[in-house]
């Protein structure tokens, strides 16, 4: 196999390993497909040490998740991850095992002996995919949001019709998957292209596992599809932003601590579903002007590119322009740092001394404006600043006078 290089091949010469590659990087195989993890199956007792000596090889490190029999040593593997699972029976039976009969494929390394359950390579044939047996998807209810992913990553395979009543079964006890396990599909899903990524979520929407997992009506999910779908970039975190906007910014943030999101995605999800997306009337037909500009790329920092993606679907047509012309700026890093970091020309005693303001929040909104005066160009020398921070305390003094 193309992907068994120096590390993996040096790691499987033992012939007395009997490790198998197995799932999803044998059917890909078979499919003239690149990319994807590495499934390896090891003999009872040995997978803990087989996968130290291969992460040893790999120079990576081993990473546990979840418990015996179900446990997993994830090595990562340059770009992908290698998941070493121990083997529980006999082989027939841990084939068994898995969520569909095409990942059931197997080769014994290094000798390279074939193995699959019944019907395998029929029904990878036919671009199908069926459970091996009856109750694998009550036993692992994950497997729903499985399904789900390989309909996103594998446009020309559909799920085998008699299995629809089992996912759609196991779909009511998906919410007590480990949320750690269940984000780990949600990322892949929704990081799959756009026509993926919704094909998956309208085959979740028939099941009515969306309905569960958001506790929401299906208009609000059906529109939270239509918003990933138009998301053109693979990214997981903003597509789930979108997707959980029709359920307003509390609703969706409670979901994404409950799904144990990491606490940039929160902050990042925070920072979108706040943003405004309607333009009033007379600044959506004109072009935005450089301070409007300088304004919306410090509200948008530092999450620039996520918030442009957003707001480039989420939002009306006047937010999509604005996006359209904001978005060259990404391409400008020196400007853009101009304008998120603009050089002061004075010393802070001189400005603090100008503005005649003691240290406090009043200080603070008045560094702000000067900034963002600096940000636009109003500002352009040390004489121009110290006749900006003149004017700027001119209203102040004639109030206190008052």
């Known amino acids: 196999m193309r992907r ?5 091949a040096a790691a499987v010469a033992q012939p007395d390993e009997r490790v198998r590659a197995v799932g999803g990087a044998v059917r890909d195989a078979f499919l003239g497909r690149s990319g994807g993890d590495l499934d390896l199956v090891a003999p009872k007792g040995r997978a803990e040490a087989f996968a130290k000596e291969l992460a040893a090889r790999a120079g990576t490190r081993v990473v546990p998740l979840g418990a015996p029999p179900k ?3 994830k090595v990562p593997f340059r770009s992908h991850e290698i998941d070493v699972w121990e083997e529980t029976g006999d082989r027939g039976a841990d084939l068994l095992r898995r969520d569909f009969t095409v990942n059931t494929l197997s080769f014994s390394l290094p000798a390279g ?6 019907g395998a390579l029929a029904d990878l044939r036919a671009k199908r995919l069926a459970p091996p047996r009856r109750g694998v998807f009550l036993e692992d209810p994950l497997r729903v949001l499985r399904a789900a992913r390989f309909l996103a990553e ?3 395979f559909r799920v085998a019709r008699p299995a629809m009543a089992e996912l759609r079964e196991a779909g009511r006890f998906l919410r007590s998957v480990p949320a750690e396990r269940r984000l780990v599909e949600w990322d892949k899903l929704l990081g799959a292209p756009a026509a993926g990524r919704t094909r998956a979520l309208r085959f979740l929407e028939r099941l009515g596992v969306l309905r569960i997992l958001l506790r929401t009506t299906a208009p609000r999910t059906r529109r939270g599809i239509s918003l ?3 998301l ?3 990214d997981s975190r903003v597509a789930r932003a979108l997707l959980l906007l029709p359920l307003g910014k509390e609703r969706a943030e409670a979901i994404l601590r409950e799904w144990k999101t990491s606490r940039e995605e929160q902050r990042l999800a925070s920072h979108l579903l706040a943003l405004p997306l309607r333009q009033k009337e007379r600044a959506a037909k004109r072009p935005p002007t450089r301070r409007e500009i300088a304004i919306w790329l410090r509200r948008l920092s530092p999450f620039l590119r996520e918030s442009l993606l957003f707001l480039s679907v989420a939002g009306d047509e ?3 322009r604005l996006a359209g012309a904001l978005s060259p700026y990404r391409r400008r890093p020196a400007v853009l740092r101009r304008i998120l970091k603009p050089v002061r020309p ?3 005693a001189e400005i603090s001394s100008l503005l005649g303001l003691p240290e406090g929040p009043e200080l603070g909104a008045a560094l702000e404006a000067f900034d963002l005066a600096l940000a636009a160009g109003e500002v352009r020398s040390a004489r121009g600043a110290r006749a900006w921070l003149r004017r700027f305390r001119t209203p102040r003094s004639a109030r206190a006078r008052c």
């Open 4 to 8: 068994a290089d120096a590390a993996l």
């Open 71 to 73: 446990r997993i040593l």
């Open 113 to 118: 002996t074939f193995a699959s359950a019944p």
């Open 154 to 156: 594998l446009p020309e």
């Open 228 to 230: 990933a779908f138009r």
């Open 232 to 234: 053109s970039s693979p």
């Open 318 to 320: 006047g937010t999509c």
């Open 346 to 348: 004075l010393l802070f």
